[in-house]
T-cell receptor, first 112, second 114 residues
Framework: AQSVTQLGSHVSVSEGALVLLRCNYS??????LFWYVQYPNQGLQLLLK??????LVKGINGFEAEFKKSETSFHLTKPSAHMSDAAEYFC??????????FGQGTELSVKP | DSGVTQTPKHLITATGQRVTLRCSPR?????VYWYQQSLDQGLQFLIQ???????AKGNILERFSAQQFPDLHSELNLSSLELGDSALYFC?????????????FGPGTRLTVL
């Protein structure tokens, strides 16, 4: 069975600082991994996804994530945080049928 | 705008009642998923349809049911509502329902049971 663990339910960074949101997964098959962002009172928007191929995945809004099989991780990073990045971020793995299994979410706060 | 629409946006009802949530997928998407988001359970998969047929079931209560119609829109029916059913309900769609397909989420329906 697949599962996802996001370390840290809340992360706070200063504007311009590095953003690092951690995600570890468990999967009995080669994983397909996703990062979604949820702004207040909105639905989820896909930031990036890993299916196969290049392990460093670039997404929208300057975010990227690196798939590390040996560490079963898929951490999300952004070199320089903007105020507009404040939101909740969800890591997810898809199972055989395509349904998404989400982590608990990490709320990102950006201080001016 | 993801292209997925959900109605209504907000729903307030009483315990014991029945409600229907509606979802229209993106044009061309054949698969529809329903998810529930609550503070204590997080984001949980409920059920998936593909081209009118049920494909997968998750932690969906027996009081809940869903269907996908020939025009591919989907409805989630919640009956005998309890206080604990208060949550945000999301619909998502994807092209084929395959593992590698990204899912596009609607804005959600916020259900409040009083």
């Amino acid at each position: 069975a697949q599962s996802v663990t996001q370390l840290g339910s809340h992360v706070s960074v200063s504007e311009g600082a590095l953003v690092l949101l951690r995600c570890n997964y468990s999967s009995s098959v080669p994983p397909y991994l996703f990062w979604y962002v949820q702004y207040p009172n909105q639905g989820l928007q896909l930031l990036l996804k890993y299916t196969t191929g290049a392990t460093l995945v670039k997404g929208i809004n300057g975010f990227e994530a690196e798939f590390k099989k040996s560490e079963t991780s898929f951490h999300l990073t952004k070199p320089s945080a903007h105020m507009s990045d404040a939101a909740e971020y969800f890591c997810a793995v898809s199972d055989r049928g395509g349904k998404l299994i989400f982590g608990q979410g990490t709320e990102l706060s950006v201080k001016p | 705008d993801s292209g997925v629409t959900q109605t209504p946006k907000h729903l307030i009802t009483a315990t014991g009642q029945r409600v229907t949530l509606r979802c229209s997928p993106r044009s061309g998407d054949l698969s529809v998923y329903w998810y529930q988001q609550s503070l204590d359970q997080g984001l949980q998969f409920l059920i998936q349809y593909y081209n009118g047929e049920e494909r997968a079931k998750g932690n969906i209560l027996e009081r809940f049911s869903a269907q996908q119609f020939p025009d591919l829109h989907s409805e989630l029916n919640l009956s005998s509502l309890e206080l604990g059913d208060s949550a945000l309900y999301f619909c998502a769609s994807s092209v084929e329902g395959a593992r590698y397909n990204e899912q596009f989420f609607g804005p959600g329906t916020r259900l409040t049971v009083l």
